[in-house]
C-alpha cells in the first residue's frame, strides 16, 4: 500500500510503499464476525448515489464476501463518513471528482 505524508499545510511532502502479506483465504473467507475490504462497505454505505445506482451497488448484505461473516457494520466505525474521508484525501492530494468516480 502506499503511504503518503502531508504538511499542516496539507501538502504532500513525501510517502513510502509498504508491502504486507495477505493471506489468500482471508480475501475469499470472513469468519463470523469479521469485515475485509473495508473501503467497498464504506463505498457502499457513504458512495455518491447516482454512482451506485450506475454501477447497480445495493448493500453489503447483497455481495457474497461483504455478507458471509454476518458482519454488515462494525461497532464504533462510521463507514459513511469514512469514505467522505478518502474522498477528502483525494481532493487534497488533487484527484478530481470525474477522477475519483473512475477509481470507485
Same mark, same amino acid.
Given at each position: !500500500?502506499? %503511504?503518503?505524508?502531508?504538511?499542516?499545510? &496539507?501538502?504532500?511532502? &513525501? $510517502?513510502?510503499?509498504?508491502?504486507? *502479506?495477505?493471506?489468500? #483465504?482471508?480475501?475469499?473467507?470472513?469468519?463470523? $464476525? =469479521?469485515? @475485509?475490504?473495508? +473501503?467497498? !462497505?464504506? /463505498?457502499?454505505?457513504? $458512495?455518491?448515489?447516482? /454512482? *451506485?445506482?450506475?454501477? %447497480? /451497488? &445495493?448493500?453489503?448484505?447483497?455481495?457474497? !464476501? #461483504?455478507?458471509?461473516?454476518? @458482519? *454488515? !457494520?462494525?461497532?464504533?466505525?462510521?463507514?459513511?463518513?469514512?469514505?467522505?474521508?478518502?474522498? %477528502?484525501?483525494?481532493? +487534497?492530494?488533487?484527484?478530481?471528482?470525474? =477522477?475519483?468516480?473512475?477509481?470507485?
Amino acid at each position: !500500500y502506499l %503511504q503518503l505524508y502531508f504538511s499542516d499545510r &496539507g501538502e504532500p511532502v &513525501g $510517502g513510502v510503499t509498504n508491502n504486507f *502479506l495477505l493471506e489468500k #483465504t482471508r480475501v475469499t473467507f470472513q469468519q463470523r $464476525g =469479521e469485515r @475485509t475490504f473495508h +473501503i467497498f !462497505y464504506q /463505498l457502499l454505505a457513504g $458512495g455518491w448515489p447516482e /454512482l *451506485l445506482q450506475q454501477v %447497480q /451497488l &445495493g448493500g453489503p448484505e447483497d455481495f457474497a !464476501y #461483504t455478507g458471509q461473516s454476518g @458482519t *454488515l !457494520y462494525a461497532d464504533n466505525m462510521d463507514d459513511a463518513t469514512m469514505f467522505r474521508e478518502v474522498v %477528502q484525501a483525494m481532493e +487534497i492530494v488533487k484527484i478530481n471528482h470525474d =477522477e475519483q468516480w473512475h477509481i470507485f
